[in-house]
């Protein structure tokens, strides 16, 4: 048996349908009360790289557009190759339950290592806290301060450790619509040579609206949720580390959408490494209310 990542990610070739795929999404993954977008679309992944047998690209980039909802349980994933090249290959994938019209659609890029340029035009945020002094999301709550409702994914599939902005209770005066945490999957899925399955970081990644909260400050942070319209993610180097520094920025809210940003930073086992950005993506999300 694999990691629970890997078996939520493991997707079975149909013997009936060509390029169609199944898997089975347990609740663990849910959050408000669907799956995480982030393990659904690495879900498709997985089922697109299984349909590019053969080939040895890697992911490059993935854009995914969440259509219509996807449920816990099982779930269909077809698979269209759009392009087998030499160096770069392209794939469409939607994952749906069975019966459902559409769900989520993700196009994605494979690419092979070429000629070119090295460097990195982004630094980590400055000020925030090491991984040794974090708070978890899982410590109990401060003397007086109301428990959150329990949530499967925060509490067994990703841990999460504050390292810049302010925490649901605390009174601040809002400034910049920034955040970051330490992210780490339990169970993480390293591969024999030390690095992180780079699918891993998808769900990393798909955690934007804190930024927004951070933004909009006490009285504010309550109420309201942000789903996901789409998902780009840009693969930029491979991860060594369980943990990960997850940079979070909104960059504008307007007519009930929000445009965030999130780059995801390797500082090594003890978080304290020369910072190395492995992967960036963009979100556009929508404001829903529970009143």
């Known amino acids: 048996m694999g990691t629970p990542f890997a078996e939520s990610t493991r ?31 690495a879900l498709a992944v997985r089922a697109m790289s299984t349909e590019l047998a053969g080939a040895t690209h890697g992911l490059r980039s993935l854009h995914t557009t969440f259509i219509a909802p996807v449920v816990h349980g099982p779930v269909e994933i077809d698979v269209e190759i759009l392009r087998r090249g030499r160096s770069m290959s392209h794939a469409r994938a939607e994952v749906r339950n069975p019966g459902s019209v559409h769900g989520h659609v993700t196009t994605a890029v494979f690419g092979s ?13 400055s000020g925030f806290v090491p991984l040794g002094e974090a708070r978890s999301f899982r410590e109990p709550l401060p003397a007086g301060v109301e428990g959150f409702p329990p949530n499967r994914f925060w509490d067994t599939r990703l841990e ?4 810049l902005g302010h925490a649901p209770w605390d009174e601040y005066v809002p400034d910049r619509a920034e955040h970051a945490s330490w992210y780490r999957l339990d169970d993480a899925p390293m591969a024999e040579d030390g690095t992180l399955d780079p699918l891993a970081l998808i769900v990393c990644a798909d955690t934007m609206p804190g930024a927004v909260a951070e933004k909009l400050g006490p009285g504010e942070r309550q109420g309201w949720f942000g789903p ?16 990960v520094l997850a940079h979070n920025r909104a960059r504008h809210a307007g007519d009930g959408y929000a445009s965030v940003d999130m780059a995801l930073w390797d500082l090594g086992a003890a978080g304290n ?18 009143h």
């Open 11 to 41: 997707p079975t070739p149909s013997t009936t349908v060509p390029g169609r795929y199944r898997g089975e999404i347990d609740d663990s993954w849910n959050l408000n009360p669907l799956p995480q977008g982030g393990v659904v679309t």
């Open 113 to 125: 290592p070429r000629r070119g340029f090295d460097f990195t035009d982004l630094e980590p945020p």
């Open 160 to 163: 999460g450790r504050g390292a």
């Open 228 to 243: 996901s319209v789409d998902l780009t993610f840009h693969l930029l180097d491979e991860c060594r580390s369980e943990w």
């Open 273 to 290: 490494d020369r910072a190395r950005l492995v992967a960036y993506a963009t979100q556009l999300c929508i404001f829903t209310f529970a």
